[in-house]
């Protein structure tokens, strides 16, 4: 049981702000209901068990202090068999690679390589030929009225560069994009019982699309990522099966992993531009600020706003006592505008001294994509601003009806 000196009306205004959050006008604009969760405290009790946490400095700790461990399947199973974590989706995630701790983290992260060197410069041709064919076929849809950006680019061009990278049948990605937004329910901050049937159904699925895959690129191995880390794993296990069980975790949340978080990564940066549209004008003059652009879009508004961890032992954080097994939601949407670490917040400034953030998690969990996330807002950006410079928002988009996991459902442009 976590200790909760405080009031009993801050745990029922606890319980009222996450049935905010949690709808489609509460997604719309999240951050004046973290404002009063901040209001709260650094730290607070969750109505439902664990902690919230909201200040930066904190999350950014327990983040990078490896006492803080992964709810990892031995976690899961201790939850008992009614629980979400019992949902078979929850238990095909507890072996993905963010569900293991050291020493199994160790070894998947090492045979998983990284987005470095090689990869991401094969990586990049398909993504600036991808950016440019997208782009093109959204100014021919402009040209007969409006456009939905989400669409017409944000969803395609994450699945076209992991795709290549997987090699992907270019006819299997739009199915996988579906199942993906699918299966991400399973890893939200509260799933109801249908999202999770949901998910339940669509890793069932995901998991046959993938083993097929890793048995085909078994038999017909070529040069890429899958038939490399085929090769990898045989190397260090013998059995042919085990080696393809753990080809097919990568792969799985290989894609997962890249998918929506990407997509919102870069229509949340899209609706920044047409929302301060004096912004065209200085990207395409300046090209040297689209890094700090991209950056700054993840602190002010990042794709996960949740990540979770379970404390390894008793401890004390915020100055509330928890004890083992209990879980902390660290609130990152929240903790980047966290007052205590960046002036002025809830300003959207590309020209801040620093837009540190944690949109990618921070110590050995630290996002494996992050240069592919970054390369891909990039070029979008640098292409967009040249190519469309016109373009204007038809109407506010809206929102998926979550916690952790942002989804913009459309963002409706057009030409000036
Ligand atoms: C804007 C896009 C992205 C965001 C915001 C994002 C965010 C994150 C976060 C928050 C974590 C850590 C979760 C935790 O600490 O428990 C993570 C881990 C991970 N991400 Fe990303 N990600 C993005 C894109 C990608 C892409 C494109 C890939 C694929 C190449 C990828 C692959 C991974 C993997 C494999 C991990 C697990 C790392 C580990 O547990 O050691 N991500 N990501």
New binding site residues.
Partial sequence: MVVDARPSHDRRSAVSLFARLRTAEGQTDPFPLYTELRSMGPVVPAPWGGLLVSSFDICDQV?RDRTWL?PDKHWRDKQGPRTRWNAPSSQEMSN?????NPPD?TL??RM?GT?GGAALKRVRRTIIRATDQLLTSLADQLHHGEADFVAAVSDEL?VA??GD?LALPTADRSRLVKLTHDQVFTQELLPTASQLALSDAATAELRTYFMDLVRERRRRPAEDVVSLWIRAWDTIEPDRDKADQAVYY?AL???????E??????STMVLRLLEQPLMWDLLAANPTFVPAFVEET?RFD???HV???VAAGDRTVGGIEIPQDAMVHLM?GAAHRDPARHTNPDRFDPQRAKSDH?????????????P???L??QTLLHHLVRRLPRLTLARRPSWAPRVAFRRLMNLDVAHA
């Fill in positions: 983040l992964e993905t690679l963010p569900a293991l983290h998947v992260r998983a987005f994450p560069a992991i990278w990568l949340f290989v894609l997962l992993a890249a998918l978080t990407t997509s919102t990564l870069l993840l990042p794709p996960t990540i979770s961890r990152v944690l949109a990618f998690s921070n110590g050995i969990h630290y996002c494996l994509g992050a592919l996330a970054r891909e807002a």
